[in-house]
Each structure stands twice: as C-alpha cells, then as structure tokens.
C-alpha cells in the first residue's frame, strides 16, 4: 500500500519558513456565516502567497460529489476549474512566514491525508496548527462574537469560556487532523465561531474577523483585518435596517438578547460562587477529617486517664 507521502509534492523551490503556523482552511465541512472562507480569502489576497506542497486530488475528492465548474464558448469547451489542495507559503503582514492549506476537505482516504500532514508538520518543523470555522448559534448579532475554543493540550486554551460539555458531531478532515497532531505530540488547536443562526446562511464578516483576532492572538501572526472591518460595518448597517423593516425579525433578536444576556448572568454567578468555593474542603476532606476526629475522640474515651 503507498505510504502518505504519496499523496503529495514538495517544491523544489522552498522558502526559509522558521518554525512556522499552519493555518487549516478547508472547504466542504459546517462554516456558518463563510467564516472559514472569508479568512482564507482575505490572506489570499491581501498576502504574498505561493504553493509549496499540492496533493493528488485524484486520489482524495470525489468529482461527482462535487463537480468542478468548467466554461462552455459557443462551439468549444474553453477551460477546467481542476481542484486545487495545497498548501501555500504566506508572510504574513510583518513578513512572518506561515503555511496555509487550502481546497476541498478529502472524501477519501481520511486516515492517509492526516497522516501526510502530520509528515509535512514534522518535515517544516510546525509549531502550532490552528482551523477556524463557523457554527450556528442561537445568539443574536447585538452582542459580542463568541467562540469554542479547542486544543491538544489545555494549556492552548486557557481563558476561553467554555461553552459545550461532551457532544456527538459529525466529524470532519481538519478536527480528525488536529486529534491526530494531538496523539503524535504536536501541538494543535481550532475555533469555532458563533454566528447567528439567522445569518448562518450569509456571509458574516464580523464572525471571520473574530476568526483573525483569535489566531492571531493564538499564533502572534499579523493578519490584514481592513476589508474585513469594512465589509462587516456594511453587513450589519444592511442587518439592521432589515430588522426595523421586520417586526417578526426585530422580536427574535430581541428573545435572543434576554437569553444571552440571562445565560452570562447565570454563568457570572457560578463563576462567582466556584470562586468562593474554591478555598473550601472538598466532600472527601470533610469526610477524612470526620473520621479522623471519630477516631481520636474514640482514643481519648479508651484512655485510662479519662
């Protein structure tokens, strides 16, 4: 069987990277709000940018699942859109060098491409390995972006809320990826941004500028923001005139607003109370000390001095 190495190739033309981030942006898994898409655009465009590694999209991606678009001229078939899955070479807006992997998540062969990666992440030295998508959430737009974040070690996550305990999802390339980098020592993590159930179908610049801030918070990357920025003050001047032209809308958002903002109120308070808590015994300590206090006061009646 070919080993994962057969699934790609290096240029011969490599830049010096340093130990660089590898920013995983796929297409073909959940991303409300084109948060994924929208971040990947914005570094392709705004950012020098150069394949490095391209896989064999053959043996990955499955064409009638997705067809790729090709263009008719009157009498002849004038071009091929082929799928592209590679990953780039990027400087980021300091001239930090980075690697971005882009095109569509494999249907095929899960295992062998994660493993690939895992190759290519060892091979460039990898430090971290970051993927940021978007998921529907019931919130509304009035109230700051949240987002889930996740890691390979707790310690990559430290200060981001907690928002999910233990669920079942459909998986996907990048999360087998990042639970793959994880077994093998490497060090990995995603975000998962919140947008608005009611806009998951649109594009949402403010969810991906959210995306930026947190990997570039999590890498020290500087990432272009300018025309994110600009385009999510137009979206939501446009969002709110369509809510004022809709009183069904307007009354939603505002039922979204009371259970975000009771939800934090709540939250807040047993933050508070685990806080003031946390200097208390715990139940097994108090039931250690009981007994322990059983036991001499059993000692002190058996003694004849008593």
């Known amino acids: 069987m070919p080993g994962p190495d057969d699934l790609y190739e290096v240029s011969a033309d490599l830049p010096e990277l340093h130990r660089p981030v590898l920013l995983c942006s796929l297409d073909g898994f959940v991303d409300a709000g084109a948060v994924a898409g ?46 592209l899955l590679a990953m780039h070479a990027v400087r980021d807006s300091v001239g930090a060098p980075f690697l971005l992997l882009t095109g569509p998540e494999p249907d095929y062969a899960w295992d062998r491409f994660t493993a690939a990666v895992g190759d290519l992440v060892q091979r460039f030295d990898v430090r971290l390995t970051v993927n940021a998508h978007g998921i529907p959430m019931a919130v509304p737009h009035t109230r700051p972006i949240g987002l889930t974040a996740h890691a390979t070690r707790p310690e990559l996550v ?10 079942q999802v459909p998986g996907s390339a990048a999360a087998l990826l990042e639970l793959r980098l994880g077994a093998a020592g490497h060090d990995a993590m995603g975000f998962a941004v919140h947008v608005p159930h009611y806009l998951a179908r649109a594009a949402y610049p403010a969810a991906a500028l959210a995306a930026v801030e947190a990997i570039s918070t999590a890498t020290g990357l500087v990432l272009p923001t300018g025309s994110l920025r600009t385009a999510g003050d137009q979206a939501d001047a446009q969002i709110t005139e369509q809510i004022e032209d809709s009183p069904e809308v307007a009354a939603v958002v505002r039922t979204l607003e009371e259970q975000y903002d009771a939800y934090l109120a709540a939250r807040e308070h047993d933050d508070l109370l685990a806080e003031q808590l946390a200097g208390l015994p715990t139940a097994d300590q108090l039931g250690a000390e009981f007994e322990r206090f059983l036991a001499e006061r059993q000692g002190r009646r058996d003694s004849p001095d008593l």
């Not at 990947?40 to 067809?67: C, G, H, I, M, N």
């Open 38 to 83: 929208l971040v990947r655009e914005q570094v392709l465009a705004d950012l020098d940018s150069k394949p490095v590694v391209t896989f064999d999209v053959d043996r990955l991606v499955d064409y009638r699942a997705r067809r790729p678009l090709m263009s008719y001229s009157e009498d002849h078939w004038e071009s091929y859109d082929a799928p």
């Open 158 to 167: 430290t200060g981001y809320p907690r928002w999910l305990n233990q669920v």
